[in-house]
């Protein structure tokens, strides 16, 4: 099944579909069909056509799935040397580099997004597995002096069953994001993928099985957030819940996590600032904003979703980056435009209702606006680059996370007024600064309300640098070895000698 990217997009059109798709859970270590017959379409956004079927799930198949991870972390797993762990991650690293063409494929299909956006995706994911398997063998507690007459360590131990909801905007990496932790401190896990976007993760699951990982210590169950991922955050023996979708539903997961007192990882999206001061490097930061906003059709949780621009600069920069956003070519993601599809039709409906309004409050729409379709099927999901100038303070494009390819201007008077609209929303994801002075990107990285501080330039970082945002944007860190911290529990052991 190694075939090459050519070979597999000329198959997926030539048949409409791709052979040996997965379409059932991966429960246990082997691949199982619901307990109920549901079934689900995959659908691919590129031409608005399902593709395929997935099995769908309800709470037996949840049942199934935490039992069987409750059993693996009494099982091999849990007596695994450390470095055999970490060799079973490095070994999933080089299966996911191995697959990547059709894992890369299979997530353009699913997702939408273009091909060079899902190769960069499964690059990730690789690189998060083989970051995580380096510490999988370091993870050590302390000792503690308490005087001659006694002996205290810390030791970290894995916290048990953890529960992985994953939305559909980047299926594979999110799921990795924490997988890879969760798995290193010797977690087990059942992940639900978004009922939009299943593929990626069964395949992921099935790579991981295929290096050596025991059954039961990753399971997939697909379905509905209803059935699945609302019996799944309240299973009794789900000691951890690793969220990444919209706030609404975080607070239900928060909720019913809370009920078996069970820990939640938070990542709720935002309305993320590019803040650009007079004297950056204006060609630098046309480019940089461009891509903050457009990338993966705007479907980002930490997308430079604001431009919050000096006015002495304003008119200049939005009319170059008007004209950038019209230069961009849409399409279907296999045939790797500028920019991908819009994942689901619900989205694609979301979006073109926030520009209506926007439109009918007499908004200057400087590129873009509309729904469009793939210019050579005539078919899919699309949206255009869209630029929103000069909007107040309490518009709803200000306040409110759209997750689309549609960047809201604001206009600052100067550096203190900047920082002053960047705070005033709910969200505190991401902010990104341009300027030549180190004091003033020194100060606004101080006092920017945000989890994630870009200097100079828009998603700087990779799996090493922690992410996570404050207020509406959730809590709890991924990636880095702060990640890590929801998957382990510190037990103190004291000892009079
Ligand atoms: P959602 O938050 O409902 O879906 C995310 C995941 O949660 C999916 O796997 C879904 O099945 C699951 N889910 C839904 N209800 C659940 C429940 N009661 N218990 C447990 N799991 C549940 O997001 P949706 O409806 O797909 O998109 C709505 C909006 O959310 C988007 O327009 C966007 O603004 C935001 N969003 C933010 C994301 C981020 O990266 N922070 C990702 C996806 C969506
Ligand atoms: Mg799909």
Not at 100 to 128: C, F, H, M, P, Y
Not at 342 to 349: F, M, V, W
Not at 360 to 378: E, Q
Not at 450 to 456: E, K
């Amino acid at each position: 099944m190694n075939q090459t990217t050519d070979a597999l997009i000329h198959e997926y059109f030539s048949t409409g579909t791709l052979a040996y798709l997965p379409d059932s859970h991966f429960i246990d270590g082997s691949w199982r069909a619901s307990a109920g017959r549901e079934t689900l379409e995959v659908f691919d956004p590129g031409l608005g056509k399902a593709f395929t079927t997935v099995a769908a799930g309800d709470e037996e198949d949840v049942d199934a799935a935490v039992s069987a991870a409750d059993a693996a972390t009494r099982g091999p797993w849990r007596k695994m040397l450390p470095a055999d762990r970490s060799r079973i991650l490095l070994r999933a690293a080089e299966a996911i580099r191995s697959n990547a063409a059709r894992l890369a494929v299979i997530e353009t299909l699913d997702n939408g997004k273009t091909l060079a956006e899902a190769q960069s995706d499964v690059r990730n994911t690789a690189r998060i597995f083989e970051y995580y398997a380096g510490i999988a063998d370091k993870l050590q507690g302390e000792t503690i002096p308490l005087g001659a007459d006694h002996f205290a360590c810390t030791q970290l131990e894995p916290v048990g069953v953890t529960a992985h909801i994953i939305p559909w905007n980047y299926p594979i990496s999110t799921a990795a994001r924490g997988l890879a932790p969760a798995l290193a401190a010797g977690c087990t896990a059942v992940l639900k993928p978004a009922e939009q976007t299943p593929l990626s993760a069964l395949l992921l699951a099935g790579l991981l099985h295929q290096a050596g990982l025991p059954p039961g210590v990753c399971n997939v169950v697909n379905g509905t957030g209803s059935q699945v991922g609302s019996a799944l955050t309240s299973h009794p023996k789900v000691r951890h819940v690793t969220f990444t979708g919209s706030v609404n539903t975080g607070i239900h997961v928060m909720q019913a996590a809370a009920r078996n007192i069970a820990s939640v990882t938070l990542e709720l999206g935002g309305k993320s600032p590019a803040i650009v001061l007079a004297d950056a490097d204006l060609d630098a930061a046309v480019e940089d904003v461009l891509w903050a906003i457009y990338s993966n059709a705007g479907q980002i949780c930490s997308a430079g979703s604001r431009l919050i621009i000096e006015r002495s600069v304003h008119e200049h920069f939005v009319e170059r980056l008007a004209e950038r956003a019209r230069q961009l070519r849409f399409g279907h993601g296999l045939r790797n435009p500028d920019i991908g599809a819009i994942t689901t039709p619900e989205q694609l409906q979301k979006i073109d209702a926030y520009v209506d309004g926007a439109r009918s409050r007499g908004v200057r729409i400087a590129a873009g606006g509309r729904r469009v379709c793939d210019p050579a099927s005539d078919a899919g999901w699309f949206f255009q680059p869209t630029l929103l100038d000069n909007l107040p303070i309490h518009d709803p494009l200000v306040q409110e996370e759209v997750f689309g390819p549609v960047l809201s201007v604001q206009v600052a008077d100067n550096v203190e007024h900047a920082l002053e609209l960047a705070n005033a929303t709910p969200f505190g994801l991401a902010a990104g600064i341009y300027t030549r002075d180190f004091s003033h990107a020194m100060r606004l990285a101080r006092d920017l309300d945000a989890g994630q501080i870009y200097i100079n330039e828009y998603f700087a970082g990779g799996v090493e640098t922690p992410f996570g945002g404050n207020k509406r944007s959730g809590f709890g860190r991924e990636k880095g070895l702060e990640g890590l911290r929801a998957y382990y529990a510190v037990k103190t052991v004291t000892a009079r000698i």
